[in-house]
């Protein structure tokens, strides 16, 4: 919808797998030929692949091949089955990942997007 008119916009689909994520380009293109889309690896729960990626997207925005930033969507999460939560309890390795993915890859990546965000941009 977003890349769609009237909203006209570029969108960026941060994505742990390009593979899935080109697969998805290619249908919301064959829906919409007008759509304006990015397909970039990130993977929230690998805080180095988050500056890498926000490291990327400015390149980009610097070069002019794609828009400033003026919008940003923080839509990832994880949440491990309820029987998977209670077996890994115990040596925390889900829960660590879910809080990766679900807070602390967000948090960094909006604190780094942050000054590329033009004046009246949201998030």
């Known amino acids: ?13 941060a994505c742990r797998s390009t593979e899935k994520a080109n697969a998805v380009a290619d249908e919301m293109r064959a829906d919409d030929p007008n759509a304006k889309l990015y397909v970039m690896q990130l993977d929230l729960d690998n805080l180095e692949s988050v500056r890498g990626f ?3 997207l400015k390149a980009r925005t610097d070069t002019g091949e794609m828009p400033p930033l003026r919008l940003l969507v923080l839509n990832a999460g994880i949440m491990p089955p309820k029987e998977i939560q209670m077996k890994e309890m115990e040596n925390g390795e889900q829960i660590e990942q879910a809080l990766a993915v679900n807070f602390a ?9 942050e000054e ?6 949201r998030v």
């Open 54 to 56: 926000a490291r990327k």
């Open 1 to 13: 919808v977003l890349a769609s008119e009237p909203a006209n916009m570029h969108v960026v689909m």
């Open 105 to 113: 890859g967000h948090y960094l990546l909006a604190e780094i997007l």
């Open 116 to 121: 590329q965000l033009k004046t009246g941009a």
